[in-house]
């Protein structure tokens, strides 16, 4: 299957919120600090992934929990899977964790890609992120990442696209590609690349440093352009 002009976008956000389940509030006492910093939650990326999707017209998918409950992004078996709020309950307990709370999202997301591919149209699926502007103590210093798999040819022509019509239209943003992380790293997108080939599915990652969010008219100017860019690679874009 060749990759049509407008394939269709579909947008999801894994770490939307910091909420806990009432059942395991007590788990999280006196943790609230934590809760609010970029380690409970991607601040900002609920609402740029809403506003994505609205002006696009695209499909939105979210959780409100925090990833310190368990972290959607990571696969089953990862360290990180768990924090250190849940690594302790029994293997029943996290088992049911999964079942109840990781499965559904990410079955979802699977089930509208399928629905797409099923007629045929390939998917654009972007996986909405956010990051510190310091971790570590080292400042990393630009504003976008574009996380993605280098060895698939559509990925890649999708995301250098991307990035020259950001430079266009956002020329004093810093954008690398496969930071601040790798984009074949484990996550939700490299989970859902072993399922789809590389001419249905194309999963990328957007990062988004967290000081954007710090001047509001700046921030929702930015979502709005980012929309804009979104918009016109779907109609416009044409593979190598």
Known sequence: MELPSSPELIFSCEHAGNLIPNEYVFLFEGAEQILNSHRGWDPGSFELAQILSERTGSELFTYSFTRLFIELNRSIGHPKLFSEFTRSLSRTEKQAIIEKYYHPH?????????????????????????????LDGKERNFEIGLLYDSKRNHEKNVCRIWKSQINEILPDLRLRMNQPYKGISDGFTTFLRKNFCENSYLGIELEVNQKLCEDRNKWLQFC???SAVLQNLRENFKPD
């Open 106 to 134: 990410r079955m979802r997301v699977a089930d509208a890609i399928n629905k797409n591919i099923s007629k045929n149209r390939p998917v654009i699926h972007i996986s909405v992120h956010t990051f510190t502007p310091i």
């Open 224 to 226: 709005t352009n980012m």
